[in-house]
């Protein structure tokens, strides 16, 4: 990326971080604490699946290292949302082993009105949230 991109980039993000701010809300990043449980709602459907394909529970997965590799911030329907990809390594103990990957991930938070909510978004014809506990 160019010199010239760099700096567009640097102030099409501080317009839109003004650009919230001056709606009077308070905006932040959404924090890793966040991040690692938009993650475990993401995996949590296959990872219910495995467990019938194992007919048995598996033991919940854990999510043991996060690594962020890119934010860009949007707005939808008129709130902060930030785009965020990284990957992630997660844990899973089954009864006889354990197993350990690597994964990437693509999240849509978006931060709520009052700024003290998140939710996770799905990109879609509309947008689906589900909020983030």
């Given at each position: 990326?160019?010199?010239?991109?760099k700096?567009?980039?640097?102030?099409?993000?501080a317009?839109?971080?003004?650009?919230?701010?001056?709606?009077d809300?308070?905006?932040?990043?959404?924090?890793?604490?966040?991040?690692?449980?938009?993650?475990?709602?993401?995996?949590?459907?296959?990872?219910?699946?495995?467990g019938?394909e194992?007919d048995?529970?598996?033991?919940?997965?854990?999510?043991?290292?996060?690594?962020?590799?890119?934010?860009?911030?949007?707005?939808?329907?008129?709130?902060?949302?930030?785009?965020?990809?990284?990957?992630?390594?997660?844990?899973?103990?089954?009864?006889?082993?354990?197993?350990?990957?690597?994964?990437?991930?693509?999240l849509?938070?978006?931060?709520?009105?009052?700024?003290?909510?998140?939710?996770?978004?799905?990109?879609?014809?509309?947008?689906?949230s589900?909020?983030?506990?």
């Amino acid at each position: 990326m160019g010199l010239k991109q760099k700096i567009l980039v640097i102030l099409a993000v501080a317009w839109l971080g003004l650009g919230f701010v001056g709606c009077d809300r308070t905006v932040k990043f959404p924090n890793n604490q966040v991040v690692r449980r938009a993650i475990a709602m993401q995996i949590e459907p296959p990872h219910q699946r495995l467990g019938i394909e194992l007919d048995r529970p598996a033991g919940e997965p854990e999510i043991t290292k996060l690594h962020i590799r890119k934010i860009k911030i949007l707005a939808v329907g008129g709130l902060p949302t930030y785009k965020i990809q990284g990957n992630y390594d997660v844990l899973l103990k089954l009864p006889q082993h354990e197993l350990r990957s690597r994964q990437p991930f693509l999240l849509y938070i978006q931060q709520q009105a009052q700024g003290r909510t998140w939710r996770l978004l799905y990109p879609d014809k509309k947008w689906r949230s589900y909020l983030i506990q």
